[in-house]
């Protein structure tokens, strides 16, 4: 249906910048919300930021005026912008499509580890 491939990863230093990016393949057309979830050490896989069809954005407090969500339609691209990365943003990092009239999609994630 859709095809989700993730990159941009990496060991990073506290405080630096960092950039995902997602590209989308397949019956995109069917996409609805389309961002970005991770998974931390111990923890549950957890909503990072998300952007609609519209340019609608959502994002968890955690990352809210740190993190940026940019949806590139022409492109099929998605991006992650991480300014200001802290220790507790290490995680695996997912892209994820809402498929319409079929659930989600998700890419293979993409480790992202800071170091402090």
């Known amino acids: 249906q859709v095809q989700l491939v993730e990159s941009g990863g990496g060991l990073v230093e506290a405080g630096a910048p960092l950039r995902l990016s997602c590209i989308y393949s397949?019956?995109?057309?069917?996409?609805?919300?389309i961002g970005w979830y991770r998974q931390r050490p111990g923890k549950e896989r957890e909503l990072v930021a998300k952007?609609?069809?519209?340019?609608?954005?959502t994002y968890a407090d955690s990352v809210k005026g740190r993190f940026i969500i940019v949806r590139e339609s022409l492109n099929n691209a998605i991006y992650l912008g991480m300014n200001v990365v802290k220790p507790e943003d290490t995680a695996t990092y997912y892209c994820?499509?809402?498929?319409?009239?079929?659930?989600?999609?998700w890419g293979q994630g993409t480790q992202v580890t800071v170091s402090t």
């Open positions: 397949g019956k995109t057309f069917m996409i609805e919300d």
């Open positions: 994820n499509a809402q498929i319409r009239g079929v659930g989600d999609a």
């Open positions: 952007i609609s069809p519209r340019g609608t954005t």
